[in-house]
């Protein structure tokens, strides 16, 4: 973040960042809240190792805007917010520091919503969920969706199918070669998916033991991490953190698609325009990955948590990915353009019949 805070919040129309201190738990902490135009500004709580305090900013800002186009591209009343808490999850994790968390959150009176993210468990979502009723990622016999996982990777290979579409003609995925990143609770249901539906797919991840679960469960072949980049094969799939779409990668690429998980892929707006001038499509990563996020969110419509209803809304993200390249193509720009013209558009038509309301 080269540019001041405020300044920063200026330039992509954010509504409000908050800094949260405990000194008793040693809780440090951000909640961004980018836009509550459509509704509750709603998004997950992520525990990290930062490097600093301005890459925990930093990274809060970013995702919370990212949470504000997913739900209006997938059609659903909630605004863009993120929290995280600066710290090692495996060393600093405590109750205490949770139920801190929360009673800062509470404090919000419902403007923002938070959830599971990296570094935090459903569990620690109900620990949070005593000091707080804001919370949308809760177990089931809280009355929350539970593992949201699944959701998550059927998403994304409902985007796959969609770019396989787009590029060979057919949403089959049998037979087409898969260079997945990324074993953790997404990519492996994700892998799986992938397996069923009779692709080839050749993994990696920085845990060994789950090399290992890939290689014994699947038969699938394995590389190291920097390898991953370099496969010749039709599709890359990240599945890990951000950032992955870069100068670097870029010039390893054989792929054809781009299409995971992993949030925040491009490094830089630039990189968009470089997967469109290789002519690689590309599963715009807040679209492709909503699946969790829908049904997550599903307990907050009227009726609560109907998981086939849920589920169905899931399955949608294929055409929405359609949806975007019928964009892109109509006005000529790249698909990650495109995405934000679609969220957009929705945000501003929703707005306006708020205004005339």
Known sequence: ???????????????????????ATGLRGVIAIHSTALGPATGGLRMWTYENEQAAILDALRLARGMTYKYAAAGLDLGGGKAVIIGDPAKDKSEALLRAMGRFIDQLGGEYITGEDVGTTLDDMEVIFSETDHVVTLPVHC???????????????????????????????????????GLGVVGSKALGLLAEAGAKVVVTDIDPAKVQWAKDTYGVEAVAPDAIYACDVDIFAPYALGGIINDDTLAQFKVKVVAGAANNMLAEERHGDELERRGIVYAVDYVANSGGTIYDTDRLRKGG?????AMAKVREIYA??????AIAERDGIPCYQAADRLAEARIAALTAVKLLG
């Open 1 to 23: 973040m080269d540019a001041p805070v405020l300044d920063y919040l200026r330039k992509y129309n954010f509504k409000k960042v908050q800094l949260v201190n405990d000194s």
């Open 143 to 181: 009355g929350g969706a539970g593992d949201i996982s699944p959701a998550t990777a059927l998403g994304t290979i409902e985007a796959m199918r969609a770019c396989a579409e787009r590029v060979w003609g057919s949403p089959d995925l049998s037979g087409r070669s898969v260079a997945l990143q």
């Open 320 to 325: 929405r990915t359609h949806e975007v390249f």
């Open 305 to 309: 948590f109907q998981p086939e209803r």
